[in-house]
């Protein structure tokens, strides 16, 4: 007896909580309260429509006022482009420039965010990156909001195309910023070209087991920027993104730099040269061993541009007096 | 006794329920959440509760359910007391069908985004198949044998999603996350797909509580009480791989859940299957819906996969009602 009053509330339970399925939850975005307080202008604004790096159509019926952006990169865009101040809410690890700390949080770390937090700071658009994933943009979609998937740039010139998409998103415009972006790295281009010797680079992510350290490999802006900063990539010959490399094969290679960007998690030259089997390698016998703020490469934003600069600097100081 | 426990675990679910409704890392008021609830609220609360709390309250209650009733299952079929939903391969096949399914780039339509749980799914059975078959000696299945290869199996499967994983590296937070028990999906999709494996498997368990009695006395003493011993294993196996799996498909891998609620219900209530099962299955919802909300809280607003405070918060207090179990030789 029992048992069949407990199936039939289990039944009752659950098709009690399935009913709100076919009640269909309010899709329309409400309309900002940011936007409605500015001045109304004299023409309509157009909408903007376009596609995003999951092939999404994405329209917009004027540029978006409460952004939440949940990669560090979208916020360091955001932010460069002068959008900063309609940025409502960030990822945990957006930590650049200063004011981004001071926004709310939805969360991040180890791919969970909270979805509530993000539907609470009533965004009218959400701009994703490729560390999240689709299944993340397909939650917020149907919560009813607006989400612009930004795809990764492959080179610098496509991280152009990034601030140009985010500009038209936000209602800024960017040539300015591009232009002046395209012009610092012309000059580094100019320099390097110059360049007879390239010295061989280990650039070294994370070296928590020193005998088989993480270093940037083929296809990453690790391998780009030391490349076009006049260097070679003892990483870039081999097959992973994201390889460990053998310390036997750093040794063979015999970098004459080597660049810390495990320097924010602790990294130091001294620790370097006191590894066990590193003394051979020309960059510890120069002292050519640099902390590298890794933000500055692993984040496809403008500030790669920064990265390439410091690189080159590192690389040829003879041409950067 | 046996009306005071169904009592007590169900108020026990009723609360958890409420509670999981009510706390998130955006704080409503009761008077919002009645609000929202009737119908009333603004267009936020109203979102926060129907669209995300509801349906992950909902996929929780029914992942908890689906793997400490299986667990109860296992822990009778295999006569022994470390068994869990994922012993023999369901856990391990589900996380290599869905690394494999991530390292592909799906399409961003329907299909696309179904293709890691669907591939979890498929994986997990084909793994406790494939076990099955591996154990089979003639026309019956030992039941040291079924351990063993489903060991033996979970450990190569594991190998090779740690080496994809470690291949494919912009895909580690992902996988990593899914494999300790983060939902991939959420909304009313992932419930309606999942509940017709879990109202079938959970069904036949259920009613399933004799003959895991019977099952108590031994393989050779149970048929001769009159049961068909390699077909009620076969059935039981099926019915718990088929609600585990399909809640693993959407739910990531939760650990530790299956294992101890079956426990604690044997202590506090008996090991009398008909009742344990049932038990388990209402406490596996409690237990797992109140670990998502300890997840969601603990740190706001950044929530941590919920198979990590299964095991954290579970663990102590499991310790704890053993420690204070009267009857020492429960199992």
């Given at each position: 007896?029992?048992?069949?009053?407990?199936i039939?509330?289990?039944?009752?339970a659950?098709?009690?909580?399935?009913?709100?399925?076919?009640?269909?939850?309010?899709?329309?975005?409400?309309?900002?309260?940011?936007?409605?307080?500015?001045e109304?202008?004299?023409?309509?604004?157009?909408?903007?429509?376009?596609?995003?790096g999951?092939g999404r159509?994405?329209?917009?019926?004027?540029?978006?006022?409460?952004?939440?952006?949940?990669?560090?990169?979208?916020?360091?865009?955001?932010?460069?482009i002068?959008?900063?101040?309609?940025?409502?809410?960030?990822?945990?690890?957006?930590?650049?420039?200063?004011?981004a700390?001071?926004l709310?949080?939805?969360?991040?770390?180890?791919?969970?965010?909270?979805t509530?937090?993000?539907?609470?700071?009533?965004?009218d658009?959400?701009l994703a990156?490729?560390i999240?994933?689709?299944?993340?943009?397909?939650?917020l979609?149907?919560?009813?909001?607006?989400?612009y998937?930004?795809k990764n740039?492959?080179?610098?010139?496509?991280?152009?195309?990034?601030?140009e998409?985010?500009?038209?998103?936000t209602?800024?415009?960017?040539?300015?910023?591009?232009?002046?972006l395209?012009?610092?790295?012309?000059?580094?281009?100019?320099?390097?070209?110059?360049?007879?010797?390239?010295?061989?680079?280990?650039?070294?992510?994370d070296?928590?087991?020193?005998?088989?350290?993480?270093?940037y490999?083929?296809?990453?802006?690790?391998?780009?920027?030391?490349?076009r900063?006049?260097?070679t990539?003892i990483?870039?010959?081999?097959k992973?993104p994201?390889?460990?490399i053998?310390?036997?094969?750093?040794v063979?290679?015999?970098?004459?730099?080597i660049?810390?960007?495990?320097s924010?998690?602790?990294?130091?030259?001294?620790?370097?040269?006191?590894?066990?089997?590193?003394?051979?390698?020309?960059?510890?016998?120069?002292?050519?061993?640099?902390?590298?703020?890794?933000n500055?490469?692993?984040?496809?934003?403008?500030r790669?541009?920064?990265?390439?600069?410091?690189?080159?600097?590192?690389?040829?100081?003879?041409?950067?007096? | 006794?046996?009306?005071?426990?169904?009592?007590?675990?169900?108020?026990?679910?009723?609360?958890?329920?409420?509670?999981?409704?009510?706390i998130?890392s955006?704080?409503?008021?009761?008077?919002?959440?009645?609000?929202?609830?009737t119908?009333?609220g603004?267009?936020?609360?109203a979102?926060?509760?129907?669209?995300?709390?509801?349906?992950?309250?909902?996929?929780?209650a029914?992942?908890?359910?689906?793997?400490?009733?299986?667990?109860a299952?296992?822990?009778?079929?295999?006569?022994?007391?470390l068994?869990?939903?994922?012993?023999?391969?369901v856990?391990?096949?589900?996380?290599?069908?869905?690394?494999?399914?991530?390292?592909v780039?799906?399409?961003?339509?329907f299909w696309?985004?179904?293709?890691?749980?669907?591939?979890?799914?498929?994986?997990?059975?084909?793994?406790?198949l494939?076990?099955?078959?591996?154990?089979?000696?003639?026309?019956?299945?030992?039941t040291?044998?079924?351990?063993?290869?489903g060991?033996?199996?979970?450990s190569?499967?594991?190998s090779?999603?740690?080496?994809?994983?470690?291949?494919?590296?912009?895909?580690?937070?992902?996988?990593?996350?899914?494999?300790?028990?983060?939902?991939?999906?959420?909304?009313?999709?992932?419930?309606?797909?999942?509940?017709?494996?879990?109202?079938i498997?959970?069904?036949?368990l259920?009613?399933?509580?004799?003959?895991?009695?019977?099952l108590?006395?031994?393989?050779?003493?149970?048929?001769?009480?009159?049961?068909?011993?390699?077909?009620?294993?076969?059935?039981?196996l099926?019915?718990s791989?088929?609600?585990?799996?399909?809640?693993?498909?959407?739910?990531?891998?939760?650990g530790?859940?299956?294992?101890?609620v079956?426990?604690?219900m044997?202590?506090?209530?008996g090991a009398?299957?008909?009742?344990?099962?049932p038990?388990?299955?209402?406490?596996?919802?409690?237990?797992?819906?109140?670990s998502?909300?300890i997840a969601?809280?603990?740190l706001?607003?950044?929530?941590?996969?919920?198979?990590?405070v299964?095991?954290?918060?579970?663990a102590?207090?499991?310790l704890?009602?053993?420690?204070?179990?009267?009857?020492?030789?429960?199992?």
């Open positions: 007896m029992l048992r069949k009053i407990f039939l509330t289990l039944f009752a659950l098709l009690v909580g399935c009913a709100p399925a076919s009640i269909s939850t309010p899709t329309t975005v409400p309309v900002s309260t940011v936007a409605s307080t500015i109304v202008p004299t023409v309509a604004p157009t909408p903007i429509t376009l596609t995003d999951l159509q994405v329209k917009l019926d004027a540029p978006a006022q409460r952004v939440v952006s949940l990669a560090p990169s979208n916020t360091e865009i955001l932010f460069a002068g959008a900063g101040g309609q940025v409502v809410g960030r990822d945990e690890f957006s930590d650049f420039p200063e004011q700390k001071g709310a949080s939805v969360g991040g770390s180890m791919g969970q965010y909270s509530e937090s993000i539907v609470a700071l009533k965004p658009l959400v990156a490729e999240n994933t689709p299944e993340l943009v397909k939650q979609e149907d919560l009813g909001l607006k989400v998937y930004l740039p492959k080179t610098i010139e496509e991280m152009y195309g990034n601030l998409i985010v500009g038209q998103l209602g800024h415009d960017v040539t300015d910023l591009v232009s002046s395209k012009a610092r790295v012309a000059a580094v281009d100019e320099k390097i070209a110059t360049v007879t010797e390239k010295p061989a680079v280990f650039y070294e992510i070296a928590t087991d020193a005998s088989k350290p993480y270093t490999g083929p296809n990453t802006f690790g391998d780009l920027l030391i490349t900063a006049g260097g990539n990483g870039g010959s081999l992973d994201y390889p460990q053998s310390l036997e094969q750093i063979t290679s015999n970098p004459s730099i660049i810390l960007g495990d924010l998690y602790g990294a130091t030259p001294d620790a370097v040269k006191a590894r066990a089997g590193w003394a051979s390698i020309e960059a510890v016998k120069n002292g050519n061993i640099f902390p590298f703020d890794d500055l490469v692993s984040r496809p934003g403008p790669l541009v920064d990265g390439l600069e410091q690189l080159a600097k590192l690389f040829h100081p003879e041409l950067f007096k | 006794m046996k009306f005071r426990s169904y009592l007590f675990s169900l108020l026990a679910l009723v609360l958890a329920l409420t509670l999981s409704l009510a998130g955006v704080f409503l008021s009761p008077l919002e959440l009645w609000a929202a609830l119908g009333h603004t267009q936020t609360s979102a926060i509760l129907w669209s995300i709390r509801l349906p992950r309250t909902a996929l929780i029914l992942t908890g359910m689906a793997l400490s009733g299986s667990g299952a296992y822990q009778g079929l295999f006569r022994n007391p068994a869990d939903p994922f012993l023999i391969g856990a391990s096949g589900a996380g290599l069908g869905a690394v494999i399914a991530m390292s780039k799906w399409p961003y339509t696309g985004l179904m293709a890691i749980p669907m591939s979890a799914f498929v994986a997990a059975l084909l793994t406790v494939i076990v099955y078959s591996l154990a089979r000696v003639g026309k019956t299945v030992p040291t044998n079924l351990i063993l290869a060991v033996a199996f979970s190569f499967a594991t090779l999603t740690s080496f994809l994983m470690l291949r494919s590296t912009g895909e580690v937070r992902r996988a990593l996350g899914w494999l300790l028990g983060g939902a991939s999906q959420s909304g009313w999709t992932a419930i309606l797909a999942i509940a017709p494996y879990l109202f498997g959970l069904g036949i259920i009613f399933s509580g004799h003959a895991m009695n019977l108590q006395f031994g393989d050779d003493q149970a048929q001769q009480l009159g049961l068909n011993v390699t077909r009620a294993k076969t059935i039981l099926i019915a791989s088929l609600a585990t799996a399909a809640a693993v498909a959407f739910s990531g891998i939760i530790f859940v299956g294992l101890i079956p426990h604690i044997r202590l506090w209530w009398d299957y008909r009742r344990l099962i038990l388990s299955i209402i406490s596996g919802a409690t237990a797992l819906l109140i998502d909300i969601r809280v603990v706001a607003p950044q929530e941590i996969p919920v198979g990590i299964t095991a954290l918060a579970g102590p207090f499991f704890w009602v053993l420690r204070r179990a009267k009857n020492q030789g429960y199992w």
